[in-house]
């Protein structure tokens, strides 16, 4: 399956701010419901958030407030902007695309973000 392509991780200070970037082929982006999840080392896969087509988003408790999704339909990208980060959200950031009809998933490379304090 296509593969979704990612960008932005990097080291920043706790308080600090991160942007990253996920790309997807036209034909899954245009028919997705796209999201970000996030793995901590000796953690499960989590949920960061979703955004459906139309652009409304939601959020899980430990981020809301400080992370922002947003999609752009016409470039098929995702963005999810972090701020106020914290040594927590130290993890391996995941780009998701779940299709309407035909129920599959994609998912990217995965990114490093660490939150140093």
């Known amino acids: 399956q296509v593969q979704l392509v990612e960008s932005g991780g990097g080291l920043v200070q706790a308080g600090g701010s991160l942007t990253l970037s996920c790309a997807a082929s036209r034909s899954i982006f245009s028919f997705a419901n796209m999201g970000w999840y996030r793995q901590a080392p000796g953690k499960q896969r989590e949920l960061v958030g979703t955004?459906?087509?139309?652009?409304?988003?939601n959020y899980a408790d430990s981020v809301k407030g400080r992370f922002t999704i947003s999609r752009d339909n016409a470039k098929n990208t995702v963005d999810l902007q972090m701020n106020s980060l914290k040594p927590e959200d130290t993890a391996v950031y995941y780009c998701?695309?779940?299709?309407?009809?035909?129920?599959?998933?994609?998912w990217g490379q995965g990114t490093q973000v660490t939150v140093s304090s």
């Open positions: 955004t459906t087509n139309s652009g409304s988003t």
């Open positions: 998701n695309a779940r299709q309407f009809y035909r129920g599959d998933n994609y």
